[in-house]
């Protein structure tokens, strides 16, 4: 029965993944905002939501291991299984998109909550930082998109890559974009909700601690909405979606995700994280430098490396 949960989460978060997408991309295509700016806000939020509702009922289960190691686990799945499978897969232009403001963005967000665990245990002060945190870089969000539509409105393209998006309707009627980003968003959680069950049913036949349980099982369970959506992503060459899609979540798993989750707190932070699985999470962030600043390809080769380096770091976790 377990393992039939599973099964039928991932065909859930496949098909909840490839409508977000179509919803999100025709969105942007509408109002004329760029990909990037719509998947680093809908779509990554949207994905999130798994992590978010599992975090939420951590702490009010005092299981905070489990809550903390989703999130720091998700963001290291993030970019080494997220961004390493579809790139093997079918390599990822990325090239092409410019993610340096909101890149810098995470990678801030990143370093303020690894400065607020060595703080912890996580009060409900952590997560007022980390919630105007989110505020601030959300409302810059907002005004690059209010600049990049002004610049559409004066006939400057803004965003040229838009129009060369495969599957992607500018004409396409608010109510269907509604229903595909809609039937996305409730679809994933539920996926992964399903997926988590039967992972989590399997692994506790095992005797593993709640620490590991989240950064390995559960985080990847959670990840999964990401992976559907990059894969999706990345097999209709819409790599600014992909890129988008895992800067986002990864901002909003720790500003928003643990911002919320403090207010269920406190939330006890684990020697372990603080000694290794944070700074694993930062190095696997600042990877991505490569590919934000210096515009190098996410070939098949790097794709490579990432999956055997998240393989590595899962292995240790469950020796």
Not at 20 to 37: C, D, F, T
Not at 228 to 246: E, K, P, S
């Amino acid at each position: 029965m377990d393992m039939f949960l599973v099964l039928a989460g991932l065909v859930i978060l496949l098909v909840a993944g490839d409508f977000l997408v179509k919803g999100a991309v025709s969105l942007s295509l509408r109002l004329g905002i760029p990909a990037l700016i719509v998947s680093f806000t809908i779509v990554g939020f949207g994905t999130s939501a798994p992590e978010l509702l599992i975090a939420i009922q951590s702490a009010l289960e005092d299981a905070p291991g489990l809550a903390l190691g989703n999130v720091v686990g998700s963001n290291i799945a993030n970019v080494l299984l997220v961004l390493g499978v579809p790139a093997l897969l079918f390599t990822l232009d990325t090239r092409r998109c410019d993610a340096k403001r909101t890149y810098i963005q995470m990678i801030a967000a990143s370093v303020v909550f690894t400065a607020l665990c060595f703080l912890g245990p996580l009060y409900i002060w952590h997560g007022l930082v980390l919630l105007a945190l989110l505020a601030a870089m959300l409302g810059d969000a907002f005004c690059s998109a209010r600049k990049s539509r002004r610049c559409e409105d004066v006939g400057c393209v803004a965003s040229q890559e838009l129009s060369e998006l495969e599957d992607a309707d500018p004409n396409m009627a608010i109510w269907k974009v509604a229903a595909y980003m809609v039937a996305g968003i409730i679809g994933l959680p539920f996926g992964a909700h399903i997926l988590i069950e039967g992972a989590l049913g399997i692994a506790h036949d095992k005797g593993v601690p709640e620490e590991i349980i989240g950064l390995t099982i559960v985080a990847i369970g959670t990840s999964l909405p990401e992976l559907a959506t990059t894969v999706v992503a990345a097999l209709r060459r819409q790599a600014d979606v992909a890129l988008g899609n895992v800067i986002g979540s990864n901002m909003f798993n720790l500003l928003a995700i643990m911002g919320i989750a403090s207010f269920f707190g406190p939330l006890e932070v684990a020697p372990r994280f603080l000694q290794g699985d944070l700074w694993i999470m930062l190095a696997s962030s600042l990877a991505l430098a490569l590919f934000v600043f210096f515009r190098l390809q996410l070939s098949r080769i790097w794709g490579f490396m990432y999956l055997t380096a998240y393989v590595v770091y899962i292995l240790v976790m469950l020796q």
